[in-house]
């Protein structure tokens, strides 16, 4: 995966500054519950990059610390990697499902994730705070958005938006993400009403 590819652009600088104290005004951050079942998808993911699913006993699990900079860096990081990587289907690319992958010019929700994911990593936010994230839009569909844990509260990536927003201020249902302790485990997100438990139907 050539990163070096993707641009982060200065559009979105203006924007995300003078945006930053409305949004963090009302954020929050999930609450998590008991180990669940790993996607198939991360599960072979974590096979062919071990380096990236296992425990590191070194990294802070505290949330980052969300300042001006960063906050322009995750909002510009998300809106390039949404206009450079074209949205297709596993099934377009690789003829089969739920391959989750580093995208060079095309991919699904999940290789949107892994993508900004990595380009977070390198801008030196640890993994522990940078978790991939299973929802259900309001369609009943499943999908993957990636949550930044921060000290004003938890953030969502997404494919489907260029704007960074507040976790309980989109329209999904949140299911289960990664472990902050070990990115090769999954958790459960609580919420005021229910414990969703176990997978979801894939889609994007």
Sequence with gaps: MRLTKIKVGLCATAISVVALSAVVANASSMITGKLTSQPIGHYEFCLAYSEECQQDRKASLKPVHLTRE?????????????????????LEIYGREE?????????????YVLLKRKML?????????LLITVVRK????????????TDR????????????RVWD????????????RHA????TIESPDMTVVGSVK???
């Design 99 to 111: 391959v989750w992958a580093y995208p060079d010019i095309a991919g699904d929700c999940e290789d």
């Design 202 to 204: 894939k889609s994007d």
């Design 153 to 164: 509260g938890d953030f969502v990536l997404d494919n489907l938006n260029s704007q960074v």
């Design 169 to 180: 201020q989109t329209p999904y249902e949140y299911l289960k993400r990664q472990s902050e």
């Design 184 to 187: 090769g485990h999954w958790v």
């Design 121 to 129: 990593i390198k801008q030196g936010i640890s993994p522990s705070a």
């Design 138 to 149: 309001p369609d009943g569909e499943g999908h993957a958005v990636l949550t930044v844990r």
């Design 70 to 90: 960063l906050w322009k860096n995750i909002v510009n990081i998300n809106s390039a990697i949404n206009m450079v990587i074209e949205p297709r289907s596993d």
